[in-house]
């Protein structure tokens, strides 16, 4: 009963959002179970989910393979990433398009910085692309190295 109500709602898409589930958002990839989070989480994942609908509008509608989203603190660490990521909080998200590269896919959003007020690495060459709403980065601004 309970593990019917659990996969119900991984199954849902996120509140405000109708190409992104709740599955995406809480998946622990390396350990092969679901995060669950509190409320404040459950918010900025909604928030994130909205602004990863606006960048799919933009990508005319391509399909999107989330890689990762909220991770709690444990699984952060596990991955090695820093203490300061926007992923412990529901705000940052890596992806891939359908039949795009990652570099095509920044050099798209990269116009929509501003506009859609989101972070986004410029990490050349890889096959994910990080996009977070986080505040623009000291000298880098809204387009950063991490």
């Not at 393979?65 to 705000?91: D, E, F, K, Q, T």
């Not at 506009?115 to 890889?126: D, I, R, V, W, Y």
Request: net charge negative.
């Amino acid at each position: 009963m309970i593990l019917d109500f659990y996969n119900d709602f991984l199954n849902k898409p996120i509140n405000g959002a109708q190409n992104f589930f709740w599955s995406e958002a809480l998946e622990l990839r390396d350990w092969g179970i679901f995060a669950m989070p509190d409320p404040f989480t459950v918010k900025k994942i909604e928030r994130a989910a909205y602004l990863m609908e606006r960048i799919r509008a933009v990508l005319d509608d391509r399909p999107i393979l989330v890689r990762s989203w909220w991770r709690p603190y444990h699984y952060n660490a596990h991955i090695g990433s820093g203490v300061g990521s926007m992923h412990l909080l529901g705000y940052a998200v890596d992806f891939s398009v359908e039949n795009l590269e990652a570099n095509e896919v920044r050099e798209i959003l990269v116009q929509y910085l501003d506009t859609f007020e989101f972070c986004m690495e410029n990490k050349p060459n890889s096959s994910w692309v990080h996009i977070d709403l986080g505040t623009p980065r000291p000298n880098t601004g809204r387009f950063f190295t991490p």
